[in-house]
Structure formats: structure tokens, C-alpha cells
């Protein structure tokens, strides 16, 4: 049985049963709701507003009407609330990962982890608004002077997952304020819990209504396409899977909406023969089983040369067998639950079709019980390209291990995918450092190292991957139109 969420916080005001709009708690215009569900018990956490298209559009009534005043705001008076808020988010750091951990299933320690990376885009952010400069061109003229502004783009939307419900929003939401623009979020329906947290602190804050409004519903596509159609929304910013970024991306050519999207991997993880073994091992680990292997830049296809194949294996494996399963509130937990049944479903799908067409699982590969939704660690050998596996992201602890034995091998089966998200190699090899790291058709390349992710660098894709960069200077790029000014007649 699920304790209720509210009697697991020390500060109970952050857990939100209301959506926010105009800086308002309200209910659903149809009073609908859902339910919040703790995938390690499937017991119910909270219900919230099952919002649909009108109150969507009420929300973007509130973004458009609060826009003029917040744009007009001095950067450094935007700047101030944006580190209010952070400061406000690292004060509730440990009710916000708890939050975290029980609407979404990470062991503890990754979302105390989250909230301070979710933290760190405010933080940067609120930084980079005072460095949004324009330019002054040398005019064609001498009775011309030509400006370059960057102005904001408007009212921005961002549709986010539940595999990162803090950081994923606050990655958007904190470069949008920043540039000026308000913000209508549409949080994942498993984790709208840690949006409305947000959003409290963020009012706390003293962010002015309207500016951040969070719309929760069970019904993505009926709000997503809401937003999509409305012509007062001038960007959508989208983290999830690639087909449905395909399908907002049509959505928002009918009203020429700026588009930034985040969406599937099928991240390559390549260990080299002149490889450090431990440091690979370590890697890949970190890499692959970080949010029990849920995250886009997971490593999704392991190519271990031939050189090293069986000393990587046996690491490797002695790692994964050290990692515990079990409630991500519980002390020492490596692995939380799956999120949902429908996850375990294409884990054990892929699995299946892996072995009946050649595969060999060497540990783990089941439910850890016919209860709940936890997986056990696994390692799958002697996968092939051609496989199920192979093509589509598993987003689960399963690590699939392939052969190579070249390096022009290695590099073109690693391209061969619609996907480019990140990529990860090890190596101690200077030249082959650059040499790979240049022929990755990839966004982001881990190079003995299998996390990147930092507020700091740029976030995002090539391909089906997904278009447009989060976090670092770029970030602030996605929320900036340019407008050229000509200035005539200065002649005398
Ligand atoms: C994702 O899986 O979409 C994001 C992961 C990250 O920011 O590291």
C-alpha cells in the first residue's frame, strides 16, 4: 500500500493535486482527473486534473496576456527570480527526490542527482539572460547603421517525459525565461507530481502569473495537438520518441512554429582493443544502467573489439551482478522498477526475438518477479545488426553485446541507424580519438567516459535524433528570434 505522497514530504506544500494556469491552482473545466501512480507498488500517490484542449487553450491565454510584461522585464530582473528559483529548488532538494522517486521509480540517490542537474539550468540560465548581446554590423551604407536584436520568441510550449521529470523541464523552461518568453509545460502523465512542484517554487519565487502555467493530462495527443494548432504558440520543445516528435513536428508546420526536439537514440558504446578494461567497464555501466537503462543516451548496442572481448566480458559482467534491484527508496538500490507494464512488455519483446533469431543471454533476463515491474540486469551475447534489438531503443537494464574487429567496422555499424544521439567510445589512443570522434554521426560523443550530460555543453541530435541543442550558450539560441534593424537617412 502507498503511503499518500504529501505524508513522505517535509514540506507538504509541494505536493500539488491541481494544475497551475495564471498562476492559479485549478481543476480540469470538465473536473476530470487521474491518478498518479508509484510504479514500485502500483498504489496511488495523487490524482490530478485530466485537463483537455479548452483548459490548454486558457493556458496559452495566460502565457500570451503575461509575455509583453515579462519580456520587457530587465535581464537582470528575470536573471534574479530564475536564482530565487534555483535557490528555492536546492532548499527542497530532498522532498523533491523523494517526490521523484516515488512517482517515477529511480533509486534515491539518482534523483537527489536530478533535482541538483535539473537545478544547474536555472542556474546557468539565469546567468546567460544577461548575456543574450545583439550585434552592430558594418552597414552596406554610410548613411546606414544595421543592428542585430535578439528579442524572444514568444509563448513556448514544452511537452516533456517522465524519465527525467525535474530536469527535462527545468532544461527548457529556464532558457525560455531567460530570454523573455512565458512557457505552457505539458508534463508526461506517469510524473506530473515534480512538474507542479516546480511550478510552486518557481510562484514562490516571485515569478509573475502566467509566465510558467503546467497543464496535466492523461490525454497527450488531444493537448498536444491543441497547442500545436494554436497561432499564439510560436515554439514547441519536445523531449520523447521519435515518432511522435515526427508528429509534432507536422503539427507545427501548419502554423510555421519554431521546433527543438529530443528524441530517440540507439546510442553505440564502442570499446577498443587499446582500451583501459576497468575504465570501459565502469563506463559502460554508468552508461547503460543509470535510470534502470530508461534515458535516450543510454548505451544501447555494446561493440567490443575482438582483442578484448573476453576481458571486457568478464568486468562487465562482474559489475552488472553487483547491481541491486529493488525499491528506489530503499538504502543501497542501484535498480528501481520499470515505469509501467508496457515497458517490461517491449524488454521481454526484444529479449525474445533476440534469442530465437541467434542471441545468448548470459545473466539475468526475466522479471524479478510475476509482482511489479522490476527487470533484472541483463546481458545479452552474440546479438547481431539485423535484430529487433538492435534497431529500436530498449530502454531497460539490458545490455546487448556485440563483436567487431576493426575500427572501420566498428564505426560504420555504428552509424548504420536512422538515430544520432549520443555515442561513447573508449580508447587510449590519441589519433583514434580524433579520427572517431569525427566520423560519429552523432551529436554528443562520450570519449572514455559514458555520462555527458551537463548543463554546460550542448545537449542533442543529428538525424532522427532530433533537432536544435539544450543547456549551454546554444540553449539560450532556441528562444531568440533575430530581428534586423536597419537604421537610414543618417547622412547630413
Ligand atoms: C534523456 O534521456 O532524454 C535525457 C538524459 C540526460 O539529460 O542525460
Redesign the pocket.
Known sequence: MTMPAAAQLKNASLLRSQAHLDGQWCDALSGATFPVMNPADAGTLATVPDMGPDDARLAVSAAHRAFPEWSRQTAGDRASTLRKWNDLILENRQDLARLMTLEQGKPLKESLGEVD?GASFVAWFAEEARRAYGDVIPAHASDKRILALRQPVGVCVAIT?W??PI??IT?KVAPALAAGCTVVVKPAAETPLCALALAWLASEAGLPPGVFNVVTTDDASAVGEALLADIRVRKISF?GSTPVGKILMRQAADTVKRVSL?LG?NAPFIVFDDADVEAAADGALASKY??AG?????ANRIYVQDGIYDAFLAAYDKRVAGLKVGSGLDDGVDIGPIINEKGVGKIERLLDDAVRTGARITRGGTRVSDDGTWFEPTIIQDVEDRMTISEEEIFGPVSAIYRFSDEEEAIRRANDTPFGLAAYFYSKDNARIWRVSEALEYGMVGVNTG???TAVAP?GGVKESGIGREGSRYGMDEYLEIKYVCVGGLSD
Open positions: 542537474y517525459p524519465n527525467f530536469a527535462m532544461r523531449t529530443e537514440g543509470r535510470n530508461q534515458t535516450c543516451v543510454c555520462l555527458v550530460s545537449f
